[in-house]
């Protein structure tokens, strides 16, 4: 199910107020239809990684197929007042907005790309308004997904190979952050959720044990897990900690032989707490030794990309790896920090593109000028070696600018890909987006090559340096006057 499905057809006032007051201004300065080029990108890596896998993609394409302002919504900003009591806009700007729909250009990143920062995830190209109206929609859904997508990249890397289940919906922020992350996370890497409204609108695969509380409604441990088994004879993993995390083993194998000599077997058995490694080590042994080889061992608890790697290296005997609050919230990384910036305008006076600047005293958050792309530079043996960013206008060259050593230099490459792809032509959506499934196993193949790659080059192309400087050189000299 679409995003716009979930909610209302029209998501348009999913914005911040300034928006809307900074597009009433537009309309009454006539700069409105002006031409536009905007940018969506983050400038500093997630949790200290050395990649973001970009999601969220399918979602901006419903936001903008289902664009507009519907009567109720004209009326709510109608009802709006300024401080003197007067209404906030305009009743021509809002029979303006009324009738406006999205008409322009969308270039992006596909989904489960990985993608380095100040490299465009989305290149919107339209009216100044429809741009600014879309700022914050986009921003939400990107940032967002694409964390949460990174975080999970990161956890199925660690987990190498096991399969990672997403429990995280009863700590997620909210029921979107919850299906939200239920999406993000299946992208990234994991295997299914427990999440059964993300599995009924995604179509992801649903998985899960029982609580605590299924156990301590029984007169004793052994009657829970029997009575569990029974209803779910081929399908049960058994959380054995409630009491005694060995003791609740030994008993779990007399569940898994009593289903085995009805033609049935247990999936697992589940560890919550205590030391995973010790009690895993200890549970396999008795599984084994039983005859249990094929239960298999669920964990959780608090895992992350961190714990799963210490017991992995400790020498943990867990087949799968149940990872919910460190994940849905993105632990311990509050926000991407995408951002959305201004880098070409229509001048009212001669109708050309002018390449815009945003200053800063911050090196870092002064952003670049016209219409970017990015391209990507693979060597010989086929791992990526460089991501540089280009103006399309001036076209792509391989004498680049370190953006972290701040050196010019030429780099020696085998191929190259150019990253943004056409989304949208004129108001038309021209790309067919890729099932979820196709999406994760893209983002899987992503981040396994970026895992193996060396130290990734970033960079923008010489000439793309230099006219940042000259305009950045021109915009302090006329403005510090």
Not at 265 to 275: A, C, F, Q, Y
Not at 424 to 434: A, C, E, H, I, T
Request: net charge neutral.
């Amino acid at each position: 199910m679409k995003l716009t499905q979930r909610y209302r057809p029209n998501l348009s006032l999913l914005t911040d107020l300034y928006q809307l007051t900074m597009s009433n201004g537009y309309f009454k300065a006539g700069m409105h239809e002006l031409s536009s080029v905007f940018h969506l990108f983050y400038r500093k890596q997630p949790f200290n990684g050395n990649f973001t896998i970009a999601a969220g993609l399918s979602d901006v394409i419903d936001l903008l197929q289902n664009f507009h302002f519907d009567e109720e919504d004209i009326e709510f900003l109608a009802d709006q007042r300024n401080a003197k009591g007067e209404a906030l806009f305009d009743q021509k700007f809002l029979n303006y907005l009324a009738d406006l729909r999205f008409k322009g250009n969308l270039y992006a990143i596909p989904e489960g790309s990985v993608v380095f920062p100040f490299h465009p995830i989305l290149r919107i190209e339209t009216d100044l308004i429809t741009a600014q109206l879309l700022e914050t929609a986009m921003l939400n859904i990107i940032n967002f997904q694409s964390l949460i997508a990174t975080k999970s990249a990161r956890i199925c890397l660690a987990a190498e190979g096991d399969k990672v289940m997403e429990f995280g919906l009863r700590r997620a922020q909210g029921p979107d952050g919850g299906l939200s992350a239920a999406r993000a996370a299946y992208i990234g890497g994991c295997h299914a959720t427990s999440n059964v409204l993300a599995g009924r609108l995604y179509g992801i695969p649903i998985s899960g044990t029982h609580a605590h509380s299924w156990v301590m409604s029984f007169e004793n441990e052994l009657d829970a897990f029997m009575s569990y088994a029974s209803s779910q004879p081929d399908d049960s993993v058994l959380l054995v900690d409630t009491y005694d995390t060995l003791a609740g083993v030994k008993k779990a194998i007399v569940v898994a032989q009593h289903l085995a000599a009805n033609g049935s077997r247990l999936k697992g058995i589940r560890l919550d707490s205590g030391d995973l490694c010790q009690l895993s080590i200890e549970a396999r042994a008795l599984l084994d030794e039983a005859g249990c080889t094929d239960v298999k061992i669920v964990a959780s608890n608090d895992l992350d990309e961190y714990r799963i790697k210490a017991l992995k290296e400790q020498g943990a005997k867990i087949d799968i790896w149940g990872v919910g609050t460190r994940l849905v919230t993105a632990y311990d990384q509050a926000a991407l920090g995408g951002v959305y910036k201004l880098a070409a305008l229509e001048d009212p006076k001669s109708g050309q593109m002018l390449d815009k600047v945003k200053l800063s005293e911050q090196n870092i958050k002064t952003s670049l000028p016209g219409k970017l792309n990015s391209m990507r530079l693979y060597a010989k043996s086929s791992l990526p070696v460089t991501d540089i960013i280009y103006n399309e206008n001036e076209g792509f060259s391989s004498r680049y600018f370190n953006l972290y050593s701040n050196s010019i230099s030429d780099i020696v490459y085998h191929k190259k890909e150019t990253q943004l792809q056409a989304i949208f032509k004129q108001g038309k959506l021209v790309y067919q987006s890729p099932g979820l499934d196709a999406i994760r196993a893209f983002a899987m193949k992503q981040s396994r090559l970026f895992k193996d790659a060396p130290q990734h080059v970033n960079g923008i192309t010489e000439k793309l340096h230099l006219k940042r400087e000259k305009i950045i050189n021109n915009l302090r000299n006329q403005n510090t006057k």
